[in-house]
C-alpha cells in the first residue's frame, strides 16, 4: 500500500506562488500516474493535475492551465505541484493521489490519497 504525504500548503497572496510537494512510501510510486485533486469548503473533491508515471504527458484542468505545473521526481519518490498567480478562488485543501491508469480525472479511479494541505490565498 502507498502512503503520501502532502507539505508545502499555507497562505499566500494573490498573485503569489506556492509549491506542494507529496512523497510516497514506496519505490513503486514510479509506476503509477500521480493527480492532484483540491476541495474547498462546501464543495466537492476536484481535478487539478495528472503526470503520467514517466513524466512525459500532463494534463490540466482548465481554471489552473497556464498558473499550475505538475511535476515529479521518480528517483525521489516525490510529485510536486507548482503553483503560480493564485487567486483567492484556489484556497482549498490540496490532496495528491495515485492510480493505475494511464490517466484520470476521476477520483474514483485513484487508489492512494494522502491527507491534504491547506492552501489559504488571500486577496
Known amino acids: 500500500q502507498v502512503q503520501l504525504v502532502e507539505s508545502g500548503g499555507g497562505l499566500v497572496q494573490a498573485g503569489g506562488s506556492l509549491r506542494l510537494s507529496c512523497v510516497a512510501s514506496e519505490r513503486t510510486f514510479s509506476s503509477y500516474t500521480m493527480g492532484w485533486f483540491r476541495q474547498a469548503p462546501g464543495k466537492e473533491r476536484e481535478f487539478v493535475a495528472a503526470?503520467?508515471?514517466?513524466?512525459?504527458?500532463?494534463y490540466y484542468a482548465d481554471y489552473v492551465k497556464g498558473r499550475f505545473t505538475i511535476s515529479r521526481d521518480n528517483a525521489k519518490n516525490t510529485g510536486y505541484l507548482q503553483m503560480d498567480s493564485v487567486q483567492p478562488e484556489d484556497t482549498a485543501v490540496y490532496y495528491c493521489?495515485?492510480?493505475?491508469?494511464?490517466?484520470?480525472?476521476?477520483?474514483?479511479?485513484?487508489?492512494?490519497w494522502g491527507q491534504g494541505t491547506q492552501v489559504t490565498v488571500s486577496s
Open positions: 503526470i503520467l508515471w514517466s513524466g512525459g504527458r500532463t
Open positions: 493521489a495515485t492510480t493505475r491508469a494511464l490517466v484520470s480525472v476521476r477520483l474514483r479511479d485513484y487508489d492512494y
